[in-house]
């Protein structure tokens, strides 16, 4: 049963910092990957979109990586900004399921 | 990019009452939605898989007669909260599904979600 994971629950930093996500999933046998923010008490924006044969997906300051065979990604936040704060969900597309992870409550401190 | 919208945004109801949740894809189609709850600090978890003109496939754990799920076209699924309790209280979140030709590149997008409060 696929199992996702992120580490670490919370994480506050200061603006301007660069900072990394985790996203540690079980069964290597996924589609895509996905990287979601949540603001409180909102839906969803999906921010990156991995698909299984790729590595890795930029968007502006974002960056998102897969490696499959350790069951892992990452999402890099360059030069972080008070907007960021946000939990930052990922979700693996699994046996034509979404999987999510608990979440990261990313805080940045102005 | 694709929308879709959820109403109402938030609920708030007596013990006992029945809510209704609609799920709109405003500019596709799309023959899959499908209805996630989240509790505070926790994931989403998917409640059910919503296609078109069938029955709803729901998770293990989730009442059927208690969250009824209605696809009727292939811009509007809702979901029914019967007999809600406050332990129903949760955030609802659906999403609907874009074909794109091959099913596994499709993508959901996601509605804004539907905060319930049941007093």
């Known amino acids: 049963k696929q199992e996702v994971t992120q580490i670490p629950a919370a994480l506050s930093v200061p603006e301007g910092e660069n900072l990394v996500l985790n996203c540690s999933f079980t069964d290597s046998a996924i589609y895509n990957l996905q990287w979601f923010r949540q603001d409180p008490g909102k839906g969803l924006t999906s921010l990156l979109l991995?698909?299984?044969s790729q590595r890795e997906q930029t968007s502006g300051r974002l960056n998102a990586s897969l490696d499959k065979s350790s069951g892992r990604s990452t999402l890099y936040i360059a030069a972080s900004q008070p907007g960021d704060s946000a939990t930052y969900l990922c979700a693996v597309d699994s046996n034509y399921q979404l999987i999510w992870g608990a979440g990261t409550k990313l805080i940045i401190k102005p | 990019g694709a929308v879709v919208s959820q109403h109402p945004s938030w609920v708030i109801c007596k013990s006992g009452t029945s809510v209704k949740i609609e799920c709109r894809s405003l500019d596709f189609q799309a023959t899959t939605m499908f209805w996630y709850r989240q509790f505070p600090k926790q994931s989403l978890m998917l409640m059910a898989t919503?296609?078109?003109?069938?029955?709803?496939?729901?998770e293990q754990g989730v009442e059927k007669d208690k969250f009824l799920i209605n696809h009727a076209s292939l811009t509007l699924s809702t979901l029914t909260v019967t007999s809600a309790h406050p332990e129903d209280s949760s955030f609802y979140i659906c999403?609907?599904?874009?074909?794109?030709?091959?099913?596994?590149?499709?993508?959901?997008?996601f509605g804004p979600g539907t905060r319930l409060t049941v007093l």
């Open positions: 999403s609907a599904r874009r074909t794109s030709g091959s099913s596994r590149t499709d993508t959901q997008y």
């Open positions: 919503s296609n078109e003109g069938s029955k709803a496939t729901y």
């Open positions: 991995i698909q299984s």
